[in-house]
């Protein structure tokens, strides 16, 4: 059996048997998915992406959207940790491979299977996610750092955070460091509740986050070069994976639907089929633009030049910010759409065609990270791009 279908059959078997059962209640009850992510730890799959000499399975970004929509059919805020995780993994190994710290951090992720969290969303900032106010105070060989964070995902089950900061208290906004705060050096103050629409199961409550540590635990690259080349392209298309889960549950009840009325009326071609029809198109879409840009991603990324050739480009961060805000006003569409078909049985809870969920876990989709600041973004690139 190839390495792929080993951690995709892993991921299918975690979906099925810790996943699936508990999705209603990690929804209903607002409470962290504890048996998905135990099931993810015990089968290896937090350190999937680190490489094979670090003990690691070296999962390719493809095998690991892969796993986000697996996990996505079945809960969405599951899959969504499990994104959110792989996004500081990547980043740690794409940028801080060669720090002996990180090297000797990311063997130790392998055997313990630490989950790691985001910090990167600030009071004043908002998800403006290249400015931070909070800066990094080093003394000496020692860095005091404190956050006040609007929203930290799974930050009370998480072992460790990755903290977007500024890299000294002189420094400017946009001149930030990503650090890596451990559980033992870290506290968090909870400021507020998570009692959201959707992504209920992700437990992302605001927290003051007060962290120490040594100064090896700073990354050395400049978090700027960081996002463009890896945060920001891995989050879309991880997140894609998530999205892609989502719709695609929403479609297959659509389908089932669609099936029974057929089955009720043989012979005949029930008028719901046509909108199914669209529908999956519309799925389609969806996937064929995350799949485009996924192998475009790990065309580039593999490239000698990886670092300052196209990943660097304004055109490559316009196109990864249009892959988020199309998939992001899609998602909510495919869901409504298969809701129609379905009426009121997808209109009503506490039935398998129920779109309740999925529809409350889409909407979240252009607020994270709020569309209209990547709009915003877009809008100034666009003034200094020059044409195709
Ligand atoms: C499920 C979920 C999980 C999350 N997990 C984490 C996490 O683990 N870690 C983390 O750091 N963050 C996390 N976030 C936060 C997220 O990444 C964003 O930071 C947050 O949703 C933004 O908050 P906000 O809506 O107040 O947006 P803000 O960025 O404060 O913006 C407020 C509003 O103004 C708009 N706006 C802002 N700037 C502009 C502009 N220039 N032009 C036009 N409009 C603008 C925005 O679109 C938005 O509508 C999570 C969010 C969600 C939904």
């Given at each position: 059996m190839s390495k792929l279908s080993t951690l995709v059959q892993s991921a299918r078997l975690i979906a099925k048997e810790f996943v699936a059962p508990h999705a209603d209640a990690v929804d209903k009850e607002a409470r962290f998915p504890h048996e998905a992510i135990q099931a993810l730890k015990d089968h290896k799959l937090l350190s999937a992406y680190v490489p094979v000499s670090l003990g690691g399975a070296g999962a390719t970004l493809t095998e690991l959207v892969d796993i986000c929509e697996i996990l996505g059919r079945e809960c969405a805020a599951t899959a969504m940790i499990f994104a959110m995780h792989q996004i500081q993994v990547i980043t740690i190994v794409r940028h801080a491979f060669d720090n002996p710290w990180f090297r000797d951090y990311l063997q130790r992720l392998v055997t313990h299977q630490y989950l790691i969290a985001s910090v990167t969303s600030e009071v004043?900032?908002?998800?403006?996610?290249?400015?931070?106010r909070c800066a990094v105070e080093l003394n000496d060989t020692k860095f005091r750092l404190i956050k006040d964070a609007t929203t930290i995902s799974y930050g009370a089950q998480a072992d460790d955070l990755l903290v977007t900061a500024r890299r000294t208290p002189d420094a400017a906004g946009s001149d930030q460091s990503l650090i890596l705060v451990s559980k033992a050096d870290y506290t968090l103050e909870q400021k507020g509740g998570w009692n959201t629409m959707g992504m209920r199961g992700t437990c992302s409550p605001p927290f003051l986050m007060t962290a120490t540590g040594d100064a090896e635990q700073i990354m050395s690259t400049a978090f700027g070069d960081m996002s463009a080349q890896t945060v920001v392209p891995v989050s879309h298309l991880l997140w894609g994976g998530c999205w892609l889960g989502c719709a695609t549950a929403a479609t297959n009840k659509a389908r089932a639907f669609v099936r029974g009325q057929a089955r009720a009326n043989p012979g005949t071609v029930p008028p719901t089929a046509l909108r199914l029809a669209e529908l999956v198109s519309m799925l389609q879409s969806l996937r064929s633009s995350v799949q485009a840009c996924l192998t475009e991603y790990e065309m580039l990324s593999a490239a000698?030049?990886?670092?300052?050739?196209?990943?660097?480009s304004i055109a490559y961060s316009l196109k990864m910010n249009n892959l988020k805000i199309d998939a992001t006003q899609a998602l909510p569409q495919i869901v409504i759409k298969a809701l129609s078909i379905c009426g009121i049985l997808g209109y009503k809870n506490d039935n398998k065609f129920s779109m309740d969920r999925h529809m409350r876990d889409a909407l979240s989709a252009a607020i994270m990270v709020g569309n209209d600041r990547i709009l915003a973004t877009n809008a100034n690139l666009l003034l200094v791009l020059k044409d195709d």
């Open positions: 004043g900032v908002g998800g403006e996610m290249r400015r931070s000698d030049d990886a670092a300052d050739g196209p990943l660097s």
